[in-house]
């Protein structure tokens, strides 16, 4: 069992930043995929980004240029820099870990952007 730990949501306004932070409770190394998805009101759950074990990114073609993914093996943690923020990027946001035991979710941060 993966426990996921989120933070770092919150209410700007559009064009300001965030960074969500999302703690697991294992090793990164243990980790395949992990990332981040959102709920937006009346739609279905996107992808927004995740990084892979060794590194590589990517990204929802929405978020690309505004978003960054990074990881933190050290602290086990998995950061989500999101820049530019618009009224479209409020939602709950959901991380996940994925390895071959299943995959994991934390209980989502809300971003609301709103003037």
């Known amino acids: 069992q993966v426990q996921l730990v989120e933070s770092g949501g919150g209410l700007v306004q559009p064009g300001e930043s965030l960074r969500l932070s999302c703690t697991a409770s294992i090793s990164l190394f243990s980790i395949d995929t992990m990332g981040w998805y959102r709920q937006r009101p009346g739609k279905q759950r996107e992808m927004v980004a995740f990084?892979?074990?060794?590194?590589?990114?990517n990204y929802a073609d929405s978020v690309k240029g505004r978003f960054t993914i990074s990881r933190d093996n050290v602290n086990n943690t998995v950061y989500l820099e999101m820049n530019s923020l618009t009224f479209e990027d409020t939602a709950l946001y959901l991380c996940?870990?994925?390895?071959?035991?299943?995959?994991?979710w934390g209980q989502g941060t809300q971003v609301t952007v709103s003037s």
């Open positions: 996940f870990a994925d390895n071959s035991r299943g995959t994991y």
């Open positions: 990084t892979k074990r060794y590194g590589s990114h």
